[in-house]
């Protein structure tokens, strides 16, 4: 009885360390898994691999305030789609693709409201060949939205340069 126990819990614990450890989303040691706000993440990598601005812009509750360095703070939902629209679509033009990701460094969720702080990294490609790649820090507010699914509140990040080389 114990071994099947033991087996149980391992199967269990494994199965909720691997559904957050995914090549879009990687917690770091001591942050929990939460299958509502680690949707936001998969879904958010989803829609730039897609070019999807739309389901994009629904990551994001309809007041959501947005702010992208040396910009205003930019709110509601249809602004915020406005400048993902923009964007996706000059990819779609160039015959470009995207790949994001996420490690998540610090998460505090409750009932219906958290937040994270984390790593996003950003891949561009053409022609299945990647072109570029970047880094940037963020930190997001979450809230469980009336109709009971987890989106973006607020929502603001900053680029990281990129690491120094080594001095000969």
Same mark, same amino acid.
């Given at each position: 009885?114990?071994?099947?126990?033991?087996?149980?819990?391992?199967?269990?614990?494994?199965?909720?360390?691997?559904?957050?450890?995914?090549?879009?989303?990687?917690?770091?040691?001591?942050?929990?898994?939460?299958?509502?706000?680690?949707?936001?993440? %998969?879904?958010?990598?989803?829609?730039? %691999?897609?070019?999807?601005?739309?389901?994009?812009?629904?990551?994001?509750?309809?007041?959501?305030?947005?702010?992208?360095?040396?910009?205003?703070?930019?709110? $509601? %939902?249809?602004?915020?789609?406005?400048?993902?629209?923009?964007?996706?679509?000059?990819?779609?033009?160039?015959? %470009?693709?995207?790949?994001?990701?996420?490690?998540?460094?610090?998460?505090?969720? $409750?009932?219906?409201?958290?937040?994270?702080?984390?790593?996003?990294?950003?891949?561009?490609?053409?022609?299945?060949?990647?072109?570029?790649? $970047?880094? $940037?820090?963020?930190?997001?507010?979450?809230?469980?939205?009336?109709?009971?699914?987890?989106?973006?509140?607020?929502?603001?990040?900053?680029?990281?340069?990129?690491?120094?080389?080594?001095?000969?």
């Amino acid at each position: 009885m114990r071994k099947h126990l033991f087996a149980a819990v391992l199967i269990l614990y494994t199965g909720v360390f691997s559904y957050a450890q995914t090549p879009e989303l990687s917690l770091d040691p001591g942050v929990k898994p939460h299958a509502g706000i680690d949707e936001i993440y %998969r879904d958010f990598s989803d829609s730039y %691999r897609t070019l999807n601005f739309d389901k994009l812009a629904g990551l994001y509750t309809e007041n959501a305030a947005y702010l992208v360095p040396d910009e205003e703070v930019m709110t $509601g %939902r249809d602004n915020i789609r406005g400048s993902f629209r923009g964007f996706f679509e000059s990819m779609k033009a160039e015959s %470009r693709s995207m790949a994001i990701a996420f490690r998540i460094v610090q998460r505090r969720a $409750g009932k219906d409201l958290g937040y994270d702080v984390g790593i996003f990294t950003l891949r561009m490609y053409k022609d299945g060949k990647q072109t570029s790649s $970047g880094q $940037g820090k963020f930190v997001v507010v979450t809230v469980q939205d009336k109709d009971g699914k987890w989106r973006f509140q607020v929502d603001g990040y900053s680029d990281l340069k990129p690491p120094k080389p080594p001095a000969n």
